[in-house]
């Protein structure tokens, strides 16, 4: 099984910052990418940002939060952050951590998700 476990939620003034994290943990021997995805109340989850762990380590973003968030990943110790700045009351959400890891060299990847972490902007 894969763990992730995400941390850094909270609350925040508009326009302030906050940095979540995400370990991934558990029995795999690699990890695809990793992302984040948001979910606010009423709302279905949408993509935020991803990070690729294999090749030149790309990254993508969601058209709303571009030029403000920012994710990185070590790939060493299985883990990728997101640095969210100058937040807007629209960020609020709980926000997942996603993976697609391999539990073996020649298996496919599959999805995991974390438990989530609430993100609230206050205005």
């Known amino acids: 099984q894969v763990q992730l476990v995400e941390s850094g939620g909270g609350l925040v003034q508009a326009g302030g910052s906050l940095r979540l994290s995400c370990a991934a943990s558990?029995?795999?021997?690699?990890?695809?990418?990793m992302a984040w995805y948001r979910q606010a109340p009423g709302k279905q989850r949408e993509m935020v940002a991803t990070?690729?762990?294999?090749?030149?380590?790309?990254?993508n973003y969601a058209d709303s939060v571009k030029g403000r968030f920012t994710i990185s990943s070590d790939n060493a110790k299985n883990t990728a952050s997101l640095e969210m700045n100058n937040l807007k009351p629209e960020d609020t959400a709980v926000y997942y951590c996603?993976?697609?890891?391999?539990?073996?060299?020649?298996?496919?990847?599959?999805?995991?998700w974390g438990q989530g972490t609430q993100v609230t902007v206050s205005s």
């Open positions: 990070i690729a762990f294999v090749g030149a380590g790309s990254t």
């Open positions: 558990g029995s795999f021997v690699s990890i695809n990418y």
């Open positions: 996603n993976a697609a890891a391999k539990r073996g060299w020649s298996t496919a990847a599959f999805s995991y």
